[in-house]
């Protein structure tokens, strides 16, 4: 059934232009202005608060979980196998993807296409990356890797993330994730005092998924050189997942002599072969959820 789902989702995906109706971002939203409504979350902090953060971030904490309970519990209690095939599809379809990601990308490509430098930083500006850190240099290959490296971590974020988190804990497991990233993001920008919770929230959701994915990368992209700098973040507990991703996944990377010729002057080029890799990626996803349904490990 998940693979059929995945299967199933991500060509809808690719096919159909999402409205903001279909996107968990809009129903994020929603769900954190209902919780500050109700006071169950304080989002401000005053001088009095400061001794319960503790109680805030446990509160931060049960409150991103509970959408996930509830829809597993429904699931369990009042849904037939047909029904949780159609409810864990919609889920998926809703939390997986990224229209405003996709929207930048392209922008992008022209801005780049046309030697355009200041709207390719002004677009990686717009990405929204509150991890990772951007190139000093001018450069078009600087510009190039600083977007190629965001769009990565985006892409992971969007995709491959929601796509792990649904194959081992299905629709609740995609709820959770994409509730938690979204928060995360909207505390992101702000000195918030949950912005530390959230982000310790997001390193411990991200620690397996992103080792997986970027084992992937390097099964499908440049193995003998990406497999030394997979090794030595597999087990490290200090070290960004942002970092960890985007330093493999350049290492994974393969040009051909045609764009490396081009790279130094383009600053589209990385950012297209980073795609191509991810997608390369999606698919060994896929072809590896397929092998775990045959032999049982999966429903």
């Known amino acids: 059934m998940m693979l059929m789902s995945l299967l199933l989702v991500l060509s809808l995906e690719r096919l159909i232009t999402k409205t903001p109706n279909w996107h968990i971002e809009r129903y994020a939203a929603q769900y954190r202005a209902f919780l500050q409504d109700k006071s169950l979350i304080k989002f401000q902090e005053t001088d009095e608060e400061r001794e319960g953060k503790k109680a805030s971030s446990t ?32 889920v998926l379809f809703i939390c997986i993807g990224c229209p405003v990601l996709r929207g930048i990308y392209k922008n992008f490509l022209n801005a780049a296409d046309r030697g355009d430098l200041q709207a390719c930083s002004m ?10 850190q951007t190139d000093s240099d001018g450069s078009a290959g600087a510009e190039g890797k600083s977007f190629g490296q965001h769009l990565t971590w985006l892409n992971y974020q969007h995709y491959a993330a929601v796509m792990l988190w649904f194959i081992a804990f299905g629709a609740p497991g995609a709820v959770f994730y994409s509730l938690s990233r979204s ?38 992209g440049h193995f003998s050189r990406a497999l030394p700098e997979w090794l030595k973040h597999a087990l490290q507990f ?27 002057d383009n600053a589209a080029v990385e950012p297209k072969v980073l795609v191509k890799l991810a997608k390369r990626n999606v698919i060994f996803l896929l072809v590896i959820t397929a092998a775990l349904t045959l032999v049982g490990s999966l429903a």
């Open 59 to 90: 509160a931060l904490y049960f409150y991103l979980l509970l959408p996930a309970l509830v829809l597993g519990a429904i699931e369990y209690w009042l849904l037939g196998a047909f029904l949780t095939f159609i409810e864990q599809s919609l």
């Open 123 to 132: 677009y990686t500006d717009q990405l929204g990356h509150c991890e990772s």
């Open 183 to 220: 928060t995360t993001e909207a505390l992101c920008g702000a000195n918030h005092p949950l912005r530390g919770a959230a982000g310790r929230m997001m390193f411990a959701l991200d620690y397996i998924p992103v080792r997986v994915t970027a084992f992937g990368m390097l099964m499908m």
């Open 238 to 264: 200090d070290v960004p997942a942002y970092d960890v991703l985007t330093q493999i996944s350049s290492k994974a990377e393969v040009l051909t002599p045609e764009e490396q010729l081009l790279q130094s």
